[in-house]
Protein backbone atom coordinates (compact mmCIF):
# COMPACT_ATOMS: atom_id res chain seq x y z
CA UNK A 1 0.00 0.00 0.00
CA UNK A 2 1.02 3.66 -1.26
CA UNK A 3 2.21 5.59 2.31
CA UNK A 4 0.73 9.01 1.81
CA UNK A 5 -1.80 11.04 0.26
CA UNK A 6 -1.63 14.52 -1.20
CA UNK A 7 -4.13 17.77 -0.71
CA UNK A 8 -4.04 21.13 -3.21
CA UNK A 9 -5.42 23.53 -0.94
CA UNK A 10 -5.61 26.79 -3.19
CA UNK A 11 -6.88 29.36 -0.60
CA UNK A 12 -7.92 33.14 -1.21
CA UNK A 13 -4.43 34.63 -0.53
CA UNK A 14 -2.16 31.46 -0.90
CA UNK A 15 -1.57 27.94 -2.55
CA UNK A 16 -0.81 25.03 -0.19
CA UNK A 17 0.55 21.31 -0.81
CA UNK A 18 0.35 19.48 1.93
CA UNK A 19 1.53 15.02 2.41
CA UNK A 20 -0.81 13.57 5.31
CA UNK A 21 0.59 9.82 6.44
CA UNK A 22 -2.02 6.90 7.54
CA UNK A 23 -2.66 8.63 10.68
CA UNK A 24 -3.43 12.02 8.95
CA UNK A 25 -0.22 13.58 10.01
CA UNK A 26 1.51 16.02 7.68
CA UNK A 27 4.94 15.46 6.57
CA UNK A 28 5.21 17.31 3.92
CA UNK A 29 4.61 21.58 3.15
CA UNK A 30 4.71 24.12 0.69
CA UNK A 31 2.69 27.47 0.28
CA UNK A 32 2.91 30.60 -2.24
CA UNK A 33 1.29 33.49 -1.80
CA UNK A 34 -0.65 34.94 -4.82
CA UNK A 35 -1.46 38.67 -5.88
CA UNK A 36 -4.29 40.64 -5.00
CA UNK A 37 -5.63 42.94 -7.56
CA UNK A 38 -7.84 45.48 -6.63
CA UNK A 39 -9.38 47.27 -10.41
CA UNK A 40 -12.07 49.37 -7.79
CA UNK A 41 -13.23 49.74 -4.53
CA UNK A 42 -15.23 46.33 -4.13
CA UNK A 43 -14.13 45.04 -7.08
CA UNK A 44 -11.42 41.99 -6.30
CA UNK A 45 -9.81 39.79 -8.49
CA UNK A 46 -7.28 37.04 -9.12
CA UNK A 47 -4.96 35.99 -12.17
CA UNK A 48 -6.09 32.44 -12.95
CA UNK A 49 -2.93 31.51 -14.57
CA UNK A 50 -0.88 32.59 -11.61
CA UNK A 51 -2.78 30.10 -9.53
CA UNK A 52 -1.97 27.35 -11.48
CA UNK A 53 1.67 28.22 -11.66
CA UNK A 54 1.67 28.11 -8.18
CA UNK A 55 -0.43 25.28 -7.40
CA UNK A 56 2.27 23.29 -9.78
CA UNK A 57 5.34 25.04 -7.62
CA UNK A 58 3.88 24.30 -4.17
CA UNK A 59 3.29 20.42 -5.48
CA UNK A 60 6.84 20.04 -6.12
CA UNK A 61 8.13 22.11 -3.93
CA UNK A 62 6.98 19.50 -1.26
CA UNK A 63 8.15 17.03 -2.53
CA UNK A 64 11.44 18.77 -2.79
CA UNK A 65 11.44 19.76 0.66
CA UNK A 66 10.34 16.03 2.37
CA UNK A 67 12.47 13.88 -0.13
CA UNK A 68 9.31 11.72 -0.23
CA UNK A 69 9.47 9.78 -3.23
CA UNK A 70 5.53 10.78 -5.50
CA UNK A 71 5.16 7.33 -6.07
CA UNK A 72 4.67 6.20 -2.58
CA UNK A 73 1.60 8.48 -2.93
CA UNK A 74 -1.83 7.14 -3.47
CA UNK A 75 -2.96 10.55 -4.84
CA UNK A 76 -4.61 13.62 -3.87
CA UNK A 77 -7.07 15.70 -3.23
CA UNK A 78 -8.12 19.39 -3.86
CA UNK A 79 -9.87 21.98 -1.46
CA UNK A 80 -10.25 25.62 -2.68
CA UNK A 81 -11.44 28.99 -2.07
CA UNK A 82 -15.17 28.93 -3.14
CA UNK A 83 -17.35 30.74 -5.11
CA UNK A 84 -14.49 32.94 -7.27
CA UNK A 85 -15.20 32.00 -10.82
CA UNK A 86 -13.38 31.51 -13.69
CA UNK A 87 -14.28 32.07 -17.42
CA UNK A 88 -11.45 30.61 -20.39
CA UNK A 89 -11.16 29.43 -23.30
CA UNK A 90 -11.18 25.98 -24.34
CA UNK A 91 -8.68 25.48 -26.92
CA UNK A 92 -5.91 27.50 -25.62
CA UNK A 93 -6.56 26.93 -21.64
CA UNK A 94 -6.18 30.97 -21.58
CA UNK A 95 -8.81 32.80 -19.02
CA UNK A 96 -10.18 35.48 -21.04
CA UNK A 97 -10.58 37.54 -17.84
CA UNK A 98 -8.88 37.26 -14.10
CA UNK A 99 -10.73 35.18 -11.89
CA UNK A 100 -13.41 37.26 -10.41
CA UNK A 101 -13.42 36.33 -6.70
CA UNK A 102 -15.62 35.79 -3.17
CA UNK A 103 -15.41 39.16 -1.86
CA UNK A 104 -16.19 41.02 -5.49
CA UNK A 105 -19.32 43.16 -4.84
CA UNK A 106 -19.42 44.71 -8.37
CA UNK A 107 -22.35 42.92 -9.43
CA UNK A 108 -24.82 44.28 -6.09
CA UNK A 109 -26.78 46.19 -8.70
CA UNK A 110 -28.36 43.16 -10.60
CA UNK A 111 -28.28 41.33 -7.05
CA UNK A 112 -30.91 43.41 -5.39
CA UNK A 113 -32.85 43.68 -8.04
CA UNK A 114 -33.01 40.04 -8.62
CA UNK A 115 -33.55 39.58 -5.34
CA UNK A 116 -36.83 41.98 -5.12
CA UNK A 117 -37.87 39.99 -8.07
CA UNK A 118 -37.61 36.53 -7.48
CA UNK A 119 -35.56 35.99 -3.82
CA UNK A 120 -37.63 33.99 -2.11
CA UNK A 121 -37.87 31.20 -4.84
CA UNK A 122 -34.27 31.42 -5.61
CA UNK A 123 -33.39 30.55 -1.95
CA UNK A 124 -35.58 27.79 -1.79
CA UNK A 125 -34.46 26.11 -4.49
CA UNK A 126 -30.06 26.69 -3.59
CA UNK A 127 -30.60 27.53 0.02
CA UNK A 128 -28.65 30.66 -0.49
CA UNK A 129 -29.64 34.56 -0.73
CA UNK A 130 -29.21 36.54 -4.06
CA UNK A 131 -25.59 37.97 -3.06
CA UNK A 132 -22.39 39.00 -4.79
CA UNK A 133 -20.50 36.32 -2.72
CA UNK A 134 -22.05 33.82 -4.54
CA UNK A 135 -21.10 32.72 -8.63
CA UNK A 136 -23.46 33.39 -10.85
CA UNK A 137 -23.79 37.25 -11.14
CA UNK A 138 -20.04 36.96 -11.19
CA UNK A 139 -20.02 34.94 -14.43
CA UNK A 140 -23.13 36.73 -15.56
CA UNK A 141 -21.20 40.01 -15.48
CA UNK A 142 -17.78 38.11 -17.25
CA UNK A 143 -20.33 37.00 -20.41
CA UNK A 144 -21.79 40.54 -20.93
CA UNK A 145 -18.94 42.07 -19.85
CA UNK A 146 -15.79 40.39 -21.90
CA UNK A 147 -16.05 41.40 -25.33
CA UNK A 148 -17.40 38.90 -27.48
CA UNK A 149 -17.87 36.56 -24.34
CA UNK A 150 -21.52 35.52 -24.61
CA UNK A 151 -21.28 34.87 -28.04
CA UNK A 152 -18.42 32.49 -27.96
CA UNK A 153 -19.96 30.81 -24.91
CA UNK A 154 -22.98 30.10 -26.83
CA UNK A 155 -20.77 29.13 -29.48
CA UNK A 156 -18.91 26.30 -27.37
CA UNK A 157 -15.61 28.27 -27.10
CA UNK A 158 -15.45 28.54 -23.73
CA UNK A 159 -15.55 27.00 -20.52
CA UNK A 160 -16.37 28.07 -16.84
CA UNK A 161 -15.79 27.06 -13.59
CA UNK A 162 -14.92 27.76 -9.96
CA UNK A 163 -11.16 27.00 -8.71
CA UNK A 164 -11.68 23.57 -8.32
CA UNK A 165 -12.77 22.94 -11.57
CA UNK A 166 -9.79 24.97 -13.00
CA UNK A 167 -7.57 23.33 -11.10
CA UNK A 168 -8.93 19.76 -12.27
CA UNK A 169 -9.37 20.51 -15.70
CA UNK A 170 -5.46 22.06 -16.11
CA UNK A 171 -4.00 19.71 -14.43
CA UNK A 172 -5.83 16.28 -16.23
CA UNK A 173 -4.30 18.22 -19.23
CA UNK A 174 -6.16 21.30 -20.23
CA UNK A 175 -7.27 21.56 -23.57
CA UNK A 176 -5.83 17.92 -24.11
CA UNK A 177 -8.20 15.74 -23.01
CA UNK A 178 -8.69 17.79 -19.12
CA UNK A 179 -11.58 16.69 -17.04
CA UNK A 180 -14.52 19.47 -16.83
CA UNK A 181 -16.19 18.47 -13.39
CA UNK A 182 -16.84 20.05 -10.40
CA UNK A 183 -18.06 18.59 -6.88
CA UNK A 184 -21.78 19.47 -5.27
CA UNK A 185 -20.30 21.48 -2.16
CA UNK A 186 -18.89 23.63 -4.67
CA UNK A 187 -22.04 23.39 -6.75
CA UNK A 188 -23.96 24.61 -4.16
CA UNK A 189 -22.37 27.96 -4.19
CA UNK A 190 -23.15 29.17 -7.14
CA UNK A 191 -26.57 29.92 -7.09
CA UNK A 192 -27.08 27.83 -10.15
CA UNK A 193 -27.62 24.14 -8.36
CA UNK A 194 -30.71 22.82 -6.87
CA UNK A 195 -30.15 21.55 -3.60
CA UNK A 196 -32.50 18.36 -3.94
CA UNK A 197 -31.78 17.47 -7.24
CA UNK A 198 -28.18 18.12 -7.10
CA UNK A 199 -27.80 19.13 -10.98
CA UNK A 200 -27.81 22.93 -12.85
CA UNK A 201 -30.99 24.14 -13.02
CA UNK A 202 -32.53 25.90 -16.06
CA UNK A 203 -34.45 28.67 -13.94
CA UNK A 204 -31.43 29.61 -12.27
CA UNK A 205 -29.75 29.04 -15.63
CA UNK A 206 -31.99 31.32 -17.56
CA UNK A 207 -31.87 33.98 -14.64
CA UNK A 208 -28.59 34.80 -14.55
CA UNK A 209 -28.44 33.80 -18.93
CA UNK A 210 -25.72 30.84 -17.97
CA UNK A 211 -25.35 28.42 -20.68
CA UNK A 212 -25.12 24.78 -19.20
CA UNK A 213 -22.59 23.86 -22.02
CA UNK A 214 -19.90 26.41 -20.36
CA UNK A 215 -20.69 24.53 -16.86
CA UNK A 216 -18.63 21.30 -15.19
CA UNK A 217 -20.53 17.94 -14.60
CA UNK A 218 -21.49 18.21 -11.20
CA UNK A 219 -19.63 14.72 -9.09
CA UNK A 220 -19.48 13.50 -5.35
CA UNK A 221 -16.63 14.73 -3.68
CA UNK A 222 -15.27 11.64 -2.97
CA UNK A 223 -14.33 10.06 -7.10
CA UNK A 224 -11.21 9.92 -8.64
CA UNK A 225 -11.92 12.57 -11.56
CA UNK A 226 -8.46 11.44 -13.22
CA UNK A 227 -4.88 11.36 -13.45
CA UNK A 228 -2.28 14.45 -13.35
CA UNK A 229 -0.96 14.75 -16.80
CA UNK A 230 1.32 18.14 -16.65
CA UNK A 231 3.54 17.36 -13.71
CA UNK A 232 6.75 15.06 -14.07
CA UNK A 233 4.69 12.30 -12.27
CA UNK A 234 1.05 10.82 -12.22
CA UNK A 235 -1.20 11.29 -9.63
CA UNK A 236 -4.77 9.88 -9.19
CA UNK A 237 -7.13 13.10 -8.28
CA UNK A 238 -10.08 11.97 -6.13
CA UNK A 239 -11.38 14.44 -4.42
CA UNK A 240 -13.11 17.90 -3.86
CA UNK A 241 -14.59 19.73 -1.25
CA UNK A 242 -15.08 23.39 -1.49
CA UNK A 243 -12.75 24.58 1.85
CA UNK A 244 -14.96 24.91 4.71
CA UNK A 245 -17.00 21.58 3.20
CA UNK A 246 -13.24 19.99 3.86
CA UNK A 247 -12.70 21.70 7.05
CA UNK A 248 -16.25 20.07 8.65
CA UNK A 249 -14.63 17.14 7.04
CA UNK A 250 -10.80 17.06 8.37
CA UNK A 251 -12.77 17.70 11.63
CA UNK A 252 -15.12 14.17 11.55
CA UNK A 253 -18.21 15.94 11.48
CA UNK A 254 -19.67 13.58 9.87
CA UNK A 255 -22.46 13.33 12.61
CA UNK A 256 -25.70 15.59 12.87
CA UNK A 257 -25.20 18.44 14.84
CA UNK A 258 -21.00 18.18 14.83
CA UNK A 259 -19.78 22.19 13.94
CA UNK A 260 -16.58 23.86 13.46
CA UNK A 261 -15.48 26.86 12.86
CA UNK A 262 -12.85 28.13 10.48
CA UNK A 263 -10.52 31.01 11.06
CA UNK A 264 -8.91 31.85 7.44
CA UNK A 265 -9.30 35.04 5.52
CA UNK A 266 -12.78 34.57 6.15
CA UNK A 267 -14.16 33.09 9.28
CA UNK A 268 -16.90 30.23 8.37
CA UNK A 269 -18.97 28.66 11.02
CA UNK A 270 -20.24 25.30 9.38
CA UNK A 271 -23.14 22.16 10.97
CA UNK A 272 -23.50 19.39 9.66
CA UNK A 273 -27.69 19.20 9.58
CA UNK A 274 -28.26 15.25 8.20
CA UNK A 275 -29.51 14.18 5.12
CA UNK A 276 -32.01 17.24 4.86
CA UNK A 277 -31.42 21.01 4.42
CA UNK A 278 -32.75 23.10 6.96
CA UNK A 279 -33.75 26.57 5.43
CA UNK A 280 -32.37 29.28 7.38
CA UNK A 281 -34.66 32.22 9.15
CA UNK A 282 -32.14 33.93 10.58
CA UNK A 283 -29.43 35.03 7.88
CA UNK A 284 -27.66 31.85 7.30
CA UNK A 285 -26.73 29.61 4.02
CA UNK A 286 -28.03 25.84 3.64
CA UNK A 287 -25.75 24.01 2.09
CA UNK A 288 -23.92 20.78 0.77
CA UNK A 289 -21.49 19.55 3.57
CA UNK A 290 -20.71 17.00 1.32
CA UNK A 291 -21.77 14.10 -1.18
CA UNK A 292 -20.30 10.40 -0.54
CA UNK A 293 -21.04 8.17 -3.43
CA UNK A 294 -23.32 5.66 -2.37
CA UNK A 295 -24.84 7.71 0.80
CA UNK A 296 -26.36 10.74 -0.81
CA UNK A 297 -25.99 14.32 0.27
CA UNK A 298 -25.06 15.26 3.92
CA UNK A 299 -26.01 19.02 4.48
CA UNK A 300 -24.97 21.91 6.48
CA UNK A 301 -25.94 25.06 7.96
CA UNK A 302 -23.11 28.09 7.33
CA UNK A 303 -22.56 31.33 8.57
CA UNK A 304 -20.19 33.26 6.57
CA UNK A 305 -18.06 36.28 7.78
CA UNK A 306 -15.92 37.94 5.24
CA UNK A 307 -13.09 39.66 6.99
CA UNK A 308 -10.76 37.63 9.73
CA UNK A 309 -7.35 36.99 8.57
CA UNK A 310 -8.19 39.62 6.10
CA UNK A 311 -8.25 42.01 8.89
CA UNK A 312 -5.06 41.48 10.18
CA UNK A 313 -3.38 41.44 6.83
CA UNK A 314 -5.00 45.10 6.54
CA UNK A 315 -3.29 45.91 9.62
CA UNK A 316 -0.05 45.10 7.91
CA UNK A 317 -0.64 46.07 4.83
CA UNK A 318 -2.52 49.38 4.83
CA UNK A 319 -2.00 50.80 7.81
CA UNK A 320 1.59 49.20 8.70
CA UNK A 321 1.68 48.93 12.58
CA UNK A 322 2.68 45.12 12.37
CA UNK A 323 5.14 43.55 9.99
CA UNK A 324 4.02 40.32 9.97
CA UNK A 325 0.84 38.83 10.91
CA UNK A 326 1.98 36.98 13.81
CA UNK A 327 2.78 39.49 15.00
CA UNK A 328 -0.55 40.92 15.91
CA UNK A 329 -0.95 38.33 18.81
CA UNK A 330 2.19 40.74 20.76
CA UNK A 331 0.97 43.99 19.80
CA UNK A 332 -2.82 42.97 21.20
CA UNK A 333 -1.33 41.60 24.59
CA UNK A 334 0.42 45.04 24.87
CA UNK A 335 -2.83 46.32 26.47
CA UNK A 336 -5.07 44.59 29.09
CA UNK A 337 -8.36 45.42 27.43
CA UNK A 338 -9.57 47.07 23.99
CA UNK A 339 -9.55 50.34 25.69
CA UNK A 340 -13.38 50.65 24.33
CA UNK A 341 -12.25 50.31 21.03
CA UNK A 342 -14.61 48.41 18.63
CA UNK A 343 -13.37 47.69 15.35
CA UNK A 344 -15.98 46.48 12.97
CA UNK A 345 -13.84 45.70 9.47
CA UNK A 346 -17.13 45.63 6.60
CA UNK A 347 -14.74 46.20 3.98
CA UNK A 348 -16.89 43.95 1.79
CA UNK A 349 -20.02 44.29 3.44
CA UNK A 350 -21.37 42.27 6.18
CA UNK A 351 -22.04 38.90 5.62
CA UNK A 352 -24.20 36.52 7.67
CA UNK A 353 -26.46 37.06 9.46
CA UNK A 354 -27.01 40.69 8.62
CA UNK A 355 -26.22 39.99 4.82
CA UNK A 356 -25.76 43.36 4.36
CA UNK A 357 -22.88 44.36 1.22
CA UNK A 358 -23.64 48.30 1.73
CA UNK A 359 -22.29 48.56 5.58
CA UNK A 360 -18.76 49.92 5.58
CA UNK A 361 -16.31 49.26 8.53
CA UNK A 362 -16.01 51.34 11.31
CA UNK A 363 -13.80 51.96 14.07
CA UNK A 364 -15.29 53.15 17.56
CA UNK A 365 -14.79 54.65 20.49
CA UNK A 366 -11.84 56.08 19.64
CA UNK A 367 -10.52 58.63 22.39
CA UNK A 368 -6.78 60.05 22.95
CA UNK A 369 -5.76 57.14 25.23
CA UNK A 370 -6.56 54.61 22.30
CA UNK A 371 -3.24 53.14 21.13
CA UNK A 372 -2.18 50.66 18.16
CA UNK A 373 -2.36 47.85 21.13
CA UNK A 374 -6.03 48.54 21.60
CA UNK A 375 -6.73 48.75 17.87
CA UNK A 376 -5.10 44.92 17.55
CA UNK A 377 -6.93 43.99 20.12
CA UNK A 378 -10.13 45.18 18.17
CA UNK A 379 -9.32 44.05 15.10
CA UNK A 380 -8.99 40.36 16.65
CA UNK A 381 -11.85 40.56 18.64
CA UNK A 382 -13.99 41.73 15.94
CA UNK A 383 -13.29 38.32 14.45
CA UNK A 384 -14.59 36.98 17.65
CA UNK A 385 -18.03 38.79 17.99
CA UNK A 386 -18.79 38.09 14.39
CA UNK A 387 -18.44 34.10 14.90
CA UNK A 388 -21.14 35.00 18.08
CA UNK A 389 -23.48 36.94 15.58
CA UNK A 390 -23.41 33.36 13.91
CA UNK A 391 -23.61 30.94 16.03
CA UNK A 392 -26.43 32.38 17.58
CA UNK A 393 -27.99 32.41 14.89
CA UNK A 394 -27.27 28.72 14.03
CA UNK A 395 -28.49 27.27 17.51
CA UNK A 396 -31.78 29.19 17.02
CA UNK A 397 -32.26 27.68 13.09
CA UNK A 398 -31.17 23.90 14.63
CA UNK A 399 -32.83 24.08 17.53
CA UNK A 400 -29.99 23.02 20.13
CA UNK A 401 -26.88 24.75 21.65
CA UNK A 402 -23.51 23.61 20.03
CA UNK A 403 -21.91 22.82 23.44
CA UNK A 404 -18.02 23.12 22.35
CA UNK A 405 -16.61 25.19 19.16
CA UNK A 406 -13.77 23.38 16.95
CA UNK A 407 -12.43 25.39 15.01
CA UNK A 408 -9.32 25.60 12.68
CA UNK A 409 -7.36 27.43 10.02
CA UNK A 410 -4.65 30.10 10.61
CA UNK A 411 -5.70 31.63 13.50
CA UNK A 412 -6.24 29.51 15.92
CA UNK A 413 -2.15 29.44 16.56
CA UNK A 414 -3.06 32.75 18.18
CA UNK A 415 -3.80 32.18 22.36
CA UNK A 416 -4.84 35.44 23.18
CA UNK A 417 -7.69 35.51 20.58
CA UNK A 418 -8.87 31.67 21.26
CA UNK A 419 -9.30 32.80 24.61
CA UNK A 420 -11.32 35.56 23.58
CA UNK A 421 -13.06 33.58 21.92
CA UNK A 422 -14.52 31.39 24.54
CA UNK A 423 -14.80 34.16 26.87
CA UNK A 424 -17.35 35.60 24.66
CA UNK A 425 -19.36 32.70 24.19
CA UNK A 426 -19.11 31.40 27.23
CA UNK A 427 -18.30 27.82 25.89
CA UNK A 428 -15.32 25.80 25.74
CA UNK A 429 -13.42 26.03 22.39
CA UNK A 430 -11.45 23.18 20.84
CA UNK A 431 -8.34 22.81 18.94
CA UNK A 432 -7.42 19.64 17.39
CA UNK A 433 -3.99 17.90 17.04
CA UNK A 434 -3.97 18.78 13.59
CA UNK A 435 -4.99 22.07 12.67
CA UNK A 436 -4.66 21.98 8.72
CA UNK A 437 -8.40 20.41 9.00
CA UNK A 438 -8.93 21.84 5.36
CA UNK A 439 -5.76 20.05 3.79
CA UNK A 440 -7.09 16.91 5.91
CA UNK A 441 -10.80 17.03 4.44
CA UNK A 442 -9.36 17.10 1.06
CA UNK A 443 -6.84 14.40 1.91
CA UNK A 444 -9.70 12.36 3.58
CA UNK A 445 -12.02 12.63 0.27
CA UNK A 446 -10.01 11.51 -1.94
CA UNK A 447 -8.51 8.56 0.36
CA UNK A 448 -11.77 7.19 0.75
CA UNK A 449 -12.30 7.02 -2.85
CA UNK A 450 -8.62 5.33 -3.45
CA UNK A 451 -8.91 2.44 -0.62
CA UNK A 452 -6.13 4.76 1.64
CA UNK A 453 -8.74 4.64 4.29
CA UNK A 454 -11.15 2.17 4.93
CA UNK A 455 -14.59 4.14 5.98
CA UNK A 456 -15.38 7.36 7.80
CA UNK A 457 -15.20 5.67 11.49
CA UNK A 458 -11.50 5.46 10.96
CA UNK A 459 -11.13 8.49 10.09
CA UNK A 460 -12.98 9.77 13.21
CA UNK A 461 -10.98 7.71 15.59
CA UNK A 462 -8.16 9.47 14.50
CA UNK A 463 -9.00 13.22 15.45
CA UNK A 464 -8.39 14.11 18.78
CA UNK A 465 -7.72 17.67 21.34
CA UNK A 466 -4.61 19.34 21.39
CA UNK A 467 -5.85 22.27 23.55
CA UNK A 468 -9.45 23.69 25.25
CA UNK A 469 -9.70 27.09 26.38
CA UNK A 470 -12.53 27.67 29.06
CA UNK A 471 -14.76 30.50 29.41
CA UNK A 472 -12.99 32.81 32.20
CA UNK A 473 -15.25 35.60 32.54
CA UNK A 474 -18.58 36.22 34.03
CA UNK A 475 -21.92 36.16 32.24
CA UNK A 476 -22.47 39.87 33.21
CA UNK A 477 -19.34 41.29 31.38
CA UNK A 478 -19.33 39.01 28.26
CA UNK A 479 -22.64 40.62 27.76
CA UNK A 480 -21.29 44.40 28.54
CA UNK A 481 -19.04 43.42 26.23
CA UNK A 482 -21.28 42.19 22.56
CA UNK A 483 -23.73 44.96 23.55
CA UNK A 484 -20.69 47.25 22.71
CA UNK A 485 -20.02 45.14 19.50
CA UNK A 486 -23.64 45.66 18.38
CA UNK A 487 -23.84 49.12 18.79
CA UNK A 488 -20.83 49.30 16.58
CA UNK A 489 -22.42 47.16 14.45
CA UNK A 490 -25.59 49.80 13.92
CA UNK A 491 -22.97 52.27 12.93
CA UNK A 492 -21.64 49.97 10.42
CA UNK A 493 -25.12 49.44 9.22
CA UNK A 494 -26.20 53.12 9.11
CA UNK A 495 -23.27 54.55 6.85
CA UNK A 496 -24.14 56.33 3.38
CA UNK A 497 -21.53 56.93 0.91
CA UNK A 498 -21.72 60.52 0.59
Same mark, same amino acid.
Given at each position: MKKYIGALDQGTTSTRFLIFDHQGRP =????????????????? &??????? @????????????????? @????? =????? @??????? =??????????? &?????????????????????????????????? &????????????????????????????????????????????GPKGGVHVTDATNASRTLLMDLKTLDWDDWLLGLFEVPRSILPVIRPSSEVYGTTAILPYNLPIAGALGDQQAALFGQAGFSRGDAKNTYGTGCFLLMNTGNKPIVSANGLITTVASLLPGEGATYGLEGSVAMAGATVQWLRDNLGIISSSSEVETLAASVEDNGGVYFVPAFSGLFAPYWRPDARGVIAGLTRYANKGHLARAALEAVAYQTRDVLEAMERDAGVPIPALKVDGGMTANELFLQFQADLLGSPVLRPVVAETTALGAAYAAGLALGFWKDKKQLHAQWAVDRKWQPKVAAAVREKWYSGWKKAVSKSLDWVTP
Open positions: =VGFDQIEHRQIFPQPGW &VEHDADE @IIEKSLKVMVGAFSKTG @IDPAE =VAGLG @ITNQRET =VILWDRTTGRP &VHNALVWQDTRTDGFCRQLDHDHGPAIRAKTGLP &VATYFSASKLKWLLDNVAGARKRAEAGELLAGTIDSWLIWKLTG
